[in-house]
């Protein structure tokens, strides 16, 4: 190795042996040779610093540093490692991800083009489940481009990562620009410093960073972002809300960057765990609002004007201390699902629920006039579809009975026809159905789903689909999301040829009724993962782990 190559490259690891050896073969891969590795050992007590002392042997690039003591996050090792750079630029991995082969000459070429405090790249997000991959916040990475400091753009503050930049070493040692140690979601705090203080930073389109994210891991083994279940985790979100808070305050940054950061929480950190909330207990959820409430009460006017109006009736039932209300309201996030009831008060607002609120905030928050839920157009009226019973029929289809709630009363009280879709491969199957009235503004009804009749492509599919259901006021038909029950276990039924289709819920969201399709045989050899191009999802980027 050189004694002053171009970029160190600082792999930190925690009892992770087994990806370790994949993420430091990312960087001797890298195109550009002239790097050096740093090892970042938190102190593993598995093999991980055999199979480090092992890794180092094969390359002498490769260097190991090993904490005295567990700090039990991401910033130690990665401040011990960064005082020992030898080279002018750094970049920061994690040992479960991985760096695509032209990472490092793709942000070099780019530090080579402009006179910038770092560079930084897009993010790939590979589910290690399904295999497939998407983009993370592709919107922020559409364009190439060189920013003369986040006044010019406060919408990167969205993009918090510290993984997917190369940074100019002088730049972080001028500022004292270090990662926090004792408190977890360092990055963020760390980035909105960077972007702060830096005169100017360039953002590339080119994926420079591979982010393998684990849905349905064990809570013991989850990454800190997917955490959420404890509350310690929502207090370490919350401090480090509070301290980039005051650190913007002292140095003077404008309205716009401030309410962009408070957008930022409030429709992304809070509607992570937001979408949680179902399945807390509501002695939690009461924790939790003790935690986020009082950060809240100092975040803008105008973000909370920016708010989705589902998001916000959330907060609006914390507030008013009605717990079970918010698990129920958080159900169906994103997904233009109504509340089972409304309330309407001598103005002739109308609230979530069925008592008006308490409180002004509450009452600003509950708010649902402006959806004219009565009369609106009845293609866009939000009604409220929930499975009550889901199983497996004896005969291998999949048997719901639903329940449907018609907070805007649109629907005549009368039998109701109704029919589900799911769209496997693109081709529809249609089981119609009749609902019953069952009270006021209430209907329910029974199906029976035969997913072996789904006519699929000739060469297989495989892939998620979610059921809806279409009900009608005779002239117009209205579509919307099947919310799955919280409690039933996923289950396997036959589909068509030698698919098999796995029923569960949407993720570890209660959102929606979700169909696994998988093809057997020579299919499914020849149909891999799917890839997803696209932008991210809103929803899907609430279900699984965000930093």
């Known amino acids: 190795m050189n004694a002053f190559p171009d970029v160190t490259v600082t792999v930190i690891v925690h009892n992770d042996a087994e990806r370790l050896p994949r ?29 480090a002392a092992e890794l180092a042997e094969r390359d002498d690039r490769i260097r190991v540093v090993r904490l005295e003591r567990n700090s039990g996050g991401c910033g130690a090792p990665r401040n011990r490692a960064l005082e020992t750079a030898r080279a002018p630029y750094l970049m920061f991995l994690d040992s479960d991800d991985e ?47 060189t920013v003369r400091g986040i006044e010019d753009e406060p919408r990167l503050l969205f993009e918090p990562l510290s993984t997917n930049k190369m940074y100019r070493k002088e730049f972080l040692d001028r500022h004292a620009l270090r990662f926090p140690e004792d408190v977890h979601y360092e990055d963020q705090l760390f980035s909105a410093r960077a972007y702060t203080l830096a005169r100017a930073f360039t953002v590339i389109t080119e994926p420079v960073y591979r982010w393998y994210i684990a849905p349905y891991a064990p809570s013991e083994a989850a990454t800190i972002s997917n955490r959420r279940h404890l509350i310690s985790n929502v207090r370490d979100r919350v401090t480090v809300a509070r301290l980039i808070d005051d650190f913007l305050a002292g140095h ?35 924790e939790f609002a003790a935690e986020v409430l009082p950060y809240l009460e100092g975040l803008s006017a105008a973000a909370f004007g920016r708010m989705r109006r589902d998001e916000r009736v959330v907060v609006g039932l914390l507030r008013e201390g009605r717990y079970e209300e918010a698990r129920l309201a958080a159900r169906g996030l994103g997904q233009g699902v109504g509340p089972r009831r409304t309330v309407t008060d001598g103005d002739g ?22 959806l004219d839920l009565e009369g609106c157009p009845f293609g866009s009226a939000r009604f409220r579809h929930e499975i009550t019973r889901v199983r497996r029929g004896e005969d291998g289809a999949v048997e ?38 069952a009270g006021r503004g209430v209907f329910e009804g029974a199906v ?39 409690d039933f276990a996923p289950f396997e039924v036959p589909g068509a040829g030698r698919h098999r289709v796995t029923v569960e819920p949407e993720g570890r969201e209660a959102g929606r009724l979700q169909l696994r399709w998988r093809p057997g045989g020579v299919a499914g050899k020849l149909l891999g993962p799917v890839v997803q191009r696209g932008p991210v999802r809103r929803a899907a980027k609430a279900l699984i782990g965000s930093r």
């Not at 590979?126 to 190439?144: E, K, N, Q, Y």
């Open 252 to 286: 003077g940054v404008s309205a716009a960057v401030r309410e962009e950061k408070d957008h930022k929480f409030l429709s992304h950190d809070l509607r992570l765990y937001a979408g949680d909330l179902p399945y807390r207990e509501p002695a939690w959820v009461e």
């Open 448 to 486: 029976r789903l035969d997913v072996a009749a789904a006519s699929l492509p000739v060469h297989g599919f495989r892939g998620v689909r979610h059921p809806v259901l279409e009900v009608t006021d005779g002239r117009t038909g209205n579509t919307g999301v099947l919310l799955a029950p919280l």
């Open 400 to 437: 719901l009975r639903l329940r449907t709630y018609d907070p805007g009363r649109r629907l005549p009280l009368a039998p109701l026809p109704a029919r589900l879709h799911v769209s496997p491969g693109g081709r529809r199957l249609t089981v119609p159905l009749r609902m019953d009235p």
């Open 23 to 51: 993420a430091v073969a990312s960087v001797r891969a890298q195109t550009h040779r002239d790097i050096e590795i740093v090892i970042s050992d938190d102190h593993s007590t598995d093999a991980t610093p055999q199979v």
């Open 349 to 370: 607002r109308t609230y979530w629920g069925s008592v008006p609120p308490r409180t002004p905030a509450g009452r600003a928050d509950l708010d649902l006039t402006e």
């Open 99 to 145: 760096l695509p082969p032209r990472a490092c000459e793709l942000l070099l070429a780019a530090h080579a083009e402009a006179d910038v405090d770092f560079a930084m790249g897009a993010v790939e997000r590979v589910r290690t489940d399904t295999g497939d991959v998407s983009p993370w916040m592709a919107h922020l990475f559409a364009r190439r481009r």
